[in-house]
């Protein structure tokens, strides 16, 4: 469903991973990690990033740093309460609202003709 939502957004997805310590090293400019997630958005000239499926505290911790260091619009798709970091904030996301949301989006590209 993320693939399918990148595919009609003609966006790149960039995982992030699970947030304790990689051993022996991580790539910051390539991986989004809790530490350096502005890098990550500095180096792949990130003007917009949508959080999907991301652990809360995690997401958290991320949308503040990347809220403090860069101006790259965020959105967070939440299926519990929301991230008040994220400048847009989608709460109570499943499964049924990606749907919907993907659907939207392919007409919206339709009426655009792109």
Do not use: S
């Not at 051993?23 to 390539?30: D, Q, R, S, W």
């Amino acid at each position: 469903l993320v693939r399918k939502m990148a595919e009609v957004l003609n966006a790149r997805i960039i995982p992030m991973y699970d947030y304790r310590p990689k051993y022996p090293k991580i790539n910051p400019e390539v991986e989004i990690n809790p530490n350096h997630p502005n890098l990550t958005i500095w180096h792949n000239k990130i003007k917009a990033c949508i959080f999907v499926g991301v652990h809360c505290h995690y997401a958290n911790v991320a949308l503040k740093i990347i809220r403090a260091e860069t101006d790259c619009f965020t959105i967070a798709m939440c299926g519990m309460a929301g991230h008040e970091d994220a400048m847009i904030t989608l709460r109570d996301q499943h499964i049924e609202e990606m749907e919907k949301f993907i659907k939207i989006a392919e007409e919206v590209k339709r009426e655009l003709g792109k």
